[in-house]
T-cell receptor, first 113, second 114 residues
Framework: DTAVSQTPKYLVTQMGNDKSIKCEQNLGHDTMYWYKQDSKKFLKIMFSYNNKELIINETVPNRFSPKSPDKAHLNLHINSLELGDSAVYFCASSLLWGREGYTFGSGTRLTVV | GDSVTQMEGPVTLSEEAFLTINCTYT??????LFWYVQYPGEGLQLLLKATKADDKGSNKGFEATYRKETTSFHLEKGSVQVSDSAVYFC?????????????FGKGTKLSVKP
């Protein structure tokens, strides 16, 4: 199936831990994104990569670091997790600078305890 | 910067009722406009899109028309079903310096009762 797949779907971890979320797309898209959805369903972009280069880096804490080994993968590493990092994180990909829309992954629900 | 404003929810309707969810935007340039739907526990799915003024996007009985003069992209459906219960997001694709950045509205939760 052609899709954006991210793992894990659920992640429960303690404060202070370091964790990673992986994302892969097989759609041949050239841009990938990470979005954060808070408890009120508000979606905010965190990072964007185009052909392995960071093109958007919104004001997120530097504990969050995206890594793109190739244009089909965009992983999100989070260091020293805090309670406020609990949210759903969505990976997405697009062509044409997103003018035709994004394809989203199914999300990773991160709970920090 | 660019922004999207959509009507606050939640919206509760009876089955077969008419649905309108208002969406207005502020943008420089000529953004593409989208409606996304998020069913409970799932990711976002593209519902419909319009890439230029006066375009009408449609899918699964939903429609929205890109109105440049009123900077609006209202979502409509003539007869909703229980299965349409979800959160609906209006979004635009930025142009200019943050090209490619998809800006979302805050979402409108729709509940349809049988």
């Amino acid at each position: 199936d052609t899709a954006v797949s991210q793992t894990p779907k659920y992640l429960v971890t303690q404060m202070g831990n370091d964790k990673s979320i992986k994302c892969e797309q097989n759609l041949g898209h050239d841009t990938m994104y990470w979005y954060k959805q808070d408890s009120k369903k508000f979606l905010k972009i965190m990072f964007s990569y185009n052909n392995k280069e960071l093109i958007i880096n919104e004001t997120v804490p530097n504990r969050f670091s995206p890594k793109s080994p190739d244009k089909a993968h965009l992983n999100l590493h989070i260091n020293s997790l805090e309670l406020g990092d609990s949210a759903v994180y969505f990976c997405a990909s697009s062509l044409l600078w997103g003018r035709e829309g994004y394809t989203f992954g199914s999300g990773t629900r991160l709970t920090v305890v | 910067g660019d922004s999207v404003t959509q009507m606050e929810g939640p919206v509760t309707l009876s089955e077969e009722a008419f649905l309108t969810i208002n969406c207005t935007y502020t943008a420089t340039g000529y953004p593409s406009l989208f409606w996304y739907v998020q069913y409970p526990g799932e990711g976002l799915q593209l519902l419909l899109k319009a890439t230029k003024a006066d375009d009408k996007g449609s899918n699964k009985g939903f429609e929205a028309t890109y109105r440049k003069e009123t900077t609006s992209f209202h979502l409509e459906k003539g007869s909703v079903q229980v299965s349409d219960s979800a959160v609906y997001f209006c979004a635009l694709s930025e142009t200019g310096g943050s090209q490619g950045n998809l800006i979302f509205g805050k979402g409108t939760k729709l509940s349809v009762k049988p």
